[in-house]
């Protein structure tokens, strides 16, 4: 709760969960567990989760709430049991802006999974930079951008060919976090830095696509988001 800043409920997903997005509604929250290659959706209202999809190639598959999975415990930490059947190591869900599509960075294969939220089903899978991370939407749903971790870029793809437009260096390694401004001209792409090197905020013109500011932070800036403009 933001007026009280009270934690109201702590909801269990998947192992190693990355990435937090809620719809424009406000109706569902999204996000994406590395570990189980799932994309997992939560009923804000009744705040818990609600559908989970998998997300690796080839065995693509709807649930209502979370697959049974069989877990071991090293060191105290849960881990699936088969390692090898992850191919995506999802990083992020983003749901588009009229909130009919999740899209999802698979860090490991380098590609964007896109579904469908209605029918619960893979649209199509989009090729992306290495190490895709983090995702962003333009809010009129003509933009989706990236964030190229092993890559050091930032990506700018058209939705409705899936085509990259272009592919940006960034000033620094460690490229992290993603925001659009609402009036959809400029992108926010955060890069945490190596050792200690200050974090950096990169400003991108979305319609020149070039990067035209950049503003030093404090180390390893990660996740970023919108508040309002003047």
């Known amino acids: 709760d933001t007026n009280e800043m009270v934690e109201l409920a702590r909801i269990p997903t998947c192992i190693m969960p990355h990435g937090s997005r809620i719809s424009r509604d406000g109706r569902h929250q999204y996000s994406a567990c590395m570990m189980n290659d799932l994309l997992v959706e ?14 690796s190639a080839g065995k693509e598959q709807g649930f ?46 380098n590609e964007i999974v896109e579904v469908d939220t209605k029918e619960w089903k893979l ?3 989009i090729p992306a930079g290495n190490g895709v991370y983090n995702l962003g939407v333009t809010s009129d749903g003509k933009l989706l951008l990236a964030t190229n971790k092993r890559d ?17 260096p960034t000033k620094r390694k460690v490229v992290h976090g993603v925001v ?10 955060t890069v945490e830095g190596v050792g200690e090197q200050p974090g950096t ?17 404090p180390p390893q800036a990660a996740g970023i988001d919108f508040w309002k403009m003047e």
């Open 42 to 55: 939560v009923d804000t209202e009744k705040m818990k989760v609600s559908r989970s999809f998998r997300v």
């Open 201 to 217: 905020v990169e400003v991108v013109d979305l319609e020149g696509r070039k990067i035209v500011a950049e503003v030093d932070t």
């Open 152 to 168: 050091a870029s930032v990506s700018i793809f058209d939705v409705a060919s899936g085509k990259e437009l272009a592919r940006l």
């Open 123 to 125: 649209v199509r899978r």
């Open 64 to 109: 209502s709430g979370l697959p049974q999975e069989k877990v071991e415990h090293h060191e105290g930490m849960a881990m699936p049991m088969n390692m090898a059947a992850i191919t995506c190591s999802p990083t992020w869900a983003q749901p588009s802006s009229d909130g009919s599509r999740v899209y999802v960075a698979c860090n490991k294969s």
């Open 180 to 189: 659009v401004s609402p009036d959809n001209l400029y992108a926010f792409f």
